[in-house]
Protein backbone atom coordinates (compact mmCIF):
# COMPACT_ATOMS: atom_id res chain seq x y z
CA UNK A 1 0.00 0.00 0.00
CA UNK A 2 3.23 2.07 -0.12
CA UNK A 3 1.96 3.98 -3.60
CA UNK A 4 -1.47 5.18 -1.65
CA UNK A 5 -0.58 8.48 0.50
CA UNK A 6 -3.88 8.21 2.37
CA UNK A 7 -2.36 5.32 3.80
CA UNK A 8 0.34 4.09 6.14
CA UNK A 9 2.25 0.96 5.90
CA UNK A 10 -0.08 -0.51 8.42
CA UNK A 11 -3.07 0.28 6.13
CA UNK A 12 -4.88 2.96 8.35
CA UNK A 13 -6.10 5.76 6.71
CA UNK A 14 -4.27 9.16 7.16
CA UNK A 15 -3.91 12.94 6.54
CA UNK A 16 -1.23 13.52 4.04
CA UNK A 17 1.28 15.52 6.15
CA UNK A 18 2.15 18.33 3.60
CA UNK A 19 3.79 20.68 5.77
CA UNK A 20 7.22 20.48 4.21
CA UNK A 21 6.06 20.63 0.69
CA UNK A 22 6.34 24.06 -0.70
CA UNK A 23 4.00 26.60 -1.80
CA UNK A 24 2.73 26.17 -5.56
CA UNK A 25 0.32 27.91 -7.94
CA UNK A 26 -2.01 25.05 -8.49
CA UNK A 27 -5.32 24.81 -11.06
CA UNK A 28 -7.17 22.03 -11.54
CA UNK A 29 -10.19 21.89 -14.33
CA UNK A 30 -12.96 19.43 -13.77
CA UNK A 31 -15.99 18.66 -15.95
CA UNK A 32 -19.38 16.63 -16.13
CA UNK A 33 -22.47 16.40 -17.76
CA UNK A 34 -26.39 16.70 -17.31
CA UNK A 35 -28.60 15.11 -19.46
CA UNK A 36 -32.66 15.70 -20.01
CA UNK A 37 -35.35 15.78 -22.10
CA UNK A 38 -35.54 18.29 -24.95
CA UNK A 39 -38.49 20.16 -23.07
CA UNK A 40 -36.21 20.43 -19.67
CA UNK A 41 -33.51 21.78 -21.51
CA UNK A 42 -35.67 24.42 -23.45
CA UNK A 43 -37.16 25.31 -19.75
CA UNK A 44 -33.72 25.86 -18.70
CA UNK A 45 -32.77 27.75 -21.58
CA UNK A 46 -35.76 29.91 -21.33
CA UNK A 47 -35.76 30.48 -17.52
CA UNK A 48 -39.02 28.72 -17.30
CA UNK A 49 -38.68 27.14 -14.28
CA UNK A 50 -40.66 28.38 -11.73
CA UNK A 51 -37.49 27.53 -8.97
CA UNK A 52 -35.86 30.54 -11.14
CA UNK A 53 -32.37 30.52 -12.97
CA UNK A 54 -31.07 27.50 -12.86
CA UNK A 55 -27.64 27.65 -13.57
CA UNK A 56 -26.79 30.54 -12.21
CA UNK A 57 -28.10 28.46 -9.14
CA UNK A 58 -26.23 25.99 -10.01
CA UNK A 59 -23.16 28.15 -10.72
CA UNK A 60 -23.58 29.14 -6.70
CA UNK A 61 -24.13 25.72 -5.87
CA UNK A 62 -20.60 24.80 -7.32
CA UNK A 63 -18.53 27.63 -5.78
CA UNK A 64 -20.08 27.44 -2.27
CA UNK A 65 -18.93 23.20 -2.51
CA UNK A 66 -15.27 23.69 -3.48
CA UNK A 67 -15.39 25.96 -0.92
CA UNK A 68 -16.75 23.16 1.12
CA UNK A 69 -14.77 19.94 -0.09
CA UNK A 70 -12.62 19.51 3.14
CA UNK A 71 -16.04 19.02 4.91
CA UNK A 72 -17.07 16.59 2.74
CA UNK A 73 -14.00 14.67 1.56
CA UNK A 74 -12.62 12.84 5.17
CA UNK A 75 -8.96 13.13 3.96
CA UNK A 76 -9.21 16.04 2.30
CA UNK A 77 -6.79 19.63 3.33
CA UNK A 78 -8.93 22.80 4.17
CA UNK A 79 -7.65 25.14 1.38
CA UNK A 80 -7.34 28.53 0.96
CA UNK A 81 -9.37 29.20 -2.48
CA UNK A 82 -8.18 32.11 -4.24
CA UNK A 83 -10.32 31.14 -7.48
CA UNK A 84 -13.66 29.31 -8.57
CA UNK A 85 -15.16 29.68 -11.79
CA UNK A 86 -18.50 26.98 -12.83
CA UNK A 87 -18.83 27.41 -16.49
CA UNK A 88 -21.94 25.63 -18.58
CA UNK A 89 -21.78 24.68 -22.48
CA UNK A 90 -25.01 23.79 -23.13
CA UNK A 91 -25.70 21.45 -26.56
CA UNK A 92 -29.39 21.92 -27.79
CA UNK A 93 -28.59 18.64 -30.53
CA UNK A 94 -28.27 16.62 -27.38
CA UNK A 95 -30.49 18.03 -24.70
CA UNK A 96 -27.09 18.28 -22.31
CA UNK A 97 -25.53 20.53 -20.63
CA UNK A 98 -21.48 20.71 -19.82
CA UNK A 99 -20.48 22.29 -16.52
CA UNK A 100 -16.72 22.73 -16.11
CA UNK A 101 -15.18 23.76 -12.67
CA UNK A 102 -11.80 25.81 -12.59
CA UNK A 103 -10.55 25.71 -9.13
CA UNK A 104 -7.67 28.02 -8.23
CA UNK A 105 -4.98 28.02 -5.18
CA UNK A 106 -1.24 29.07 -3.67
CA UNK A 107 -0.91 26.29 -1.74
CA UNK A 108 1.10 22.76 -0.09
CA UNK A 109 -1.48 20.58 -2.07
CA UNK A 110 -3.74 20.34 -5.24
CA UNK A 111 -7.45 21.22 -6.03
CA UNK A 112 -8.52 18.22 -7.83
CA UNK A 113 -10.97 17.32 -5.65
CA UNK A 114 -12.74 20.66 -5.19
CA UNK A 115 -13.14 20.91 -8.76
CA UNK A 116 -14.38 17.48 -8.92
CA UNK A 117 -17.19 18.46 -5.78
CA UNK A 118 -18.06 22.27 -7.84
CA UNK A 119 -18.83 19.74 -11.12
CA UNK A 120 -20.72 17.42 -8.84
CA UNK A 121 -22.41 19.83 -7.07
CA UNK A 122 -23.58 22.22 -9.70
CA UNK A 123 -25.10 19.17 -11.67
CA UNK A 124 -27.29 18.19 -8.34
CA UNK A 125 -28.28 21.49 -8.04
CA UNK A 126 -29.49 21.51 -11.54
CA UNK A 127 -31.61 17.98 -10.96
CA UNK A 128 -32.86 19.26 -7.75
CA UNK A 129 -34.24 22.34 -9.62
CA UNK A 130 -35.69 20.44 -12.65
CA UNK A 131 -36.85 17.45 -11.01
CA UNK A 132 -40.38 18.26 -10.78
CA UNK A 133 -40.59 18.40 -14.73
CA UNK A 134 -37.67 15.75 -15.47
CA UNK A 135 -36.98 12.34 -13.38
CA UNK A 136 -34.80 10.77 -15.56
CA UNK A 137 -32.02 13.33 -15.69
CA UNK A 138 -28.74 11.52 -16.04
CA UNK A 139 -25.68 13.48 -14.50
CA UNK A 140 -22.55 11.38 -15.50
CA UNK A 141 -19.03 11.72 -16.86
CA UNK A 142 -17.62 13.95 -14.04
CA UNK A 143 -13.40 13.88 -14.21
CA UNK A 144 -10.56 15.87 -14.33
CA UNK A 145 -9.28 17.75 -17.82
CA UNK A 146 -5.87 19.45 -16.40
CA UNK A 147 -4.54 20.24 -13.71
CA UNK A 148 -1.05 22.41 -13.06
CA UNK A 149 1.76 22.87 -10.29
CA UNK A 150 2.66 20.51 -7.43
CA UNK A 151 5.33 17.91 -7.38
CA UNK A 152 4.17 15.36 -10.10
CA UNK A 153 3.78 18.26 -12.29
CA UNK A 154 1.21 19.35 -14.85
CA UNK A 155 -1.70 16.88 -15.95
CA UNK A 156 -3.91 16.61 -19.18
CA UNK A 157 -6.55 14.01 -20.25
CA UNK A 158 -6.01 11.89 -22.84
CA UNK A 159 -9.36 12.90 -25.57
CA UNK A 160 -9.15 9.02 -25.35
CA UNK A 161 -11.08 9.04 -22.04
Known sequence: MENL?????EG???????TAKPQTDRTAVAQGWVTMAPSTF???????LKKGNVLETARIAGIMAAKKTADLIPMCHPLKITHS???????????RIRIEAAV??????GVEMEALTAVAVAALTIYDMCKAVDREMTICDICVLRKSGGKRGDFERDGNH
Open 85 to 95: QIDFFPDESTS
Open 5 to 9: THVDQ
Open 12 to 18: RVRMVDV
Open 104 to 109: RIVGQT
Open 42 to 48: QLIRQQG
